[in-house]
């Protein structure tokens, strides 16, 4: 299979390519588990705040690409190819998992405006309910020395080394259908892990390799 672009740094490899033609082409049970973070149907891209005025940024251009969930053939597809899965959003998406007592619950401290507080993550594990409080709002809601987030509706690096922490086992093989910022390409380097991640969006997928040898090289440097 020929892919748009393919970026490799050791353990992880970088996709440029629409996820569901790339999980087509990998076995059964291939991955340990799948992290992924799908469009939730919401319109992120578009989001007012109390005041009425509408968000404005220069991190992504306005178009269609959270107005609707995955596809059937995404999730069959997902499934598939990995043995157990967290799935960001998952309050969204119940029509295709199955119950599940395992939930991530991240605590983002949005306070006194019209944000959530938080964000939900299914899991298919049989393990207690998870929380993580990491404080993400406004001028907060990016990563230590970025002048700015590189995608709308990125998380944390420190939030997927938890996942990865409490879910994963390292050196085991990760899958990443929308990879947005790269941040779990990061956290995966950090916690030993290899990992797949796919990014149909050019700019983000740029932009989300940039990133992840900017973090390599500032690691070089200490």
């Excluded at 596809?71 to 499934?79: H, P, R, V, W």
């Excluded at 309050?91 to 938080?118: A, L, R």
């Excluded at 420190?158 to 947005?180: A, Q, S, W």
Aim: glycine share 8%; net charge positive; aromatic share 14%.
């Amino acid at each position: 299979m020929e892919y748009s672009k393919k970026e490799k740094r050791g353990g992880i490899c970088f996709y440029n390519i629409d996820n569901i033609e790339f999980m087509k082409t990998k076995p059964d049970n291939f991955y340990d588990l799948a992290i992924v973070d799908p469009p939730y149907g919401i319109g992120a891209g578009s989001i007012n705040f109390k005041s009425g005025t509408r968000k404005k940024s220069t991190i992504h251009r306005q178009n269609d690409w959270d107005n609707a969930i995955p596809t059937a053939e995404y999730f069959e597809q997902l499934f598939r190819v990995s043995k157990n899965q967290i799935i960001w959003g998952g309050n969204y998406m119940t029509k295709f998992t199955q119950p599940s007592k395992s939930w991530v619950v991240w605590n983002k401290k949005t306070g006194e405006n019209s944000y959530g507080d938080g964000e939900l993550a299914w899991t298919s594990f049989d393990k207690p309910i998870k929380i993580y409080d990491k404080y993400w709002s406004g001028a907060n809601a990016k990563e230590r020395g970025q002048t700015d987030r590189i995608h709308p509706t990125q998380k944390p690096i420190n939030l997927y080394r938890f996942l990865l922490r409490e879910f994963g086992e390292k050196h085991t093989k990760i899958l990443d259908t929308h990879g947005g910022s790269m941040s779990i390409a990061i956290a995966c380097d950090m916690e030993l892990f290899e990992l797949d991640v796919c990014e149909i969006d050019t700019m983000y997928f740029k932009n989300g390799v940039k990133e992840y040898d900017l973090y390599k090289k500032q690691l070089k440097l200490f």
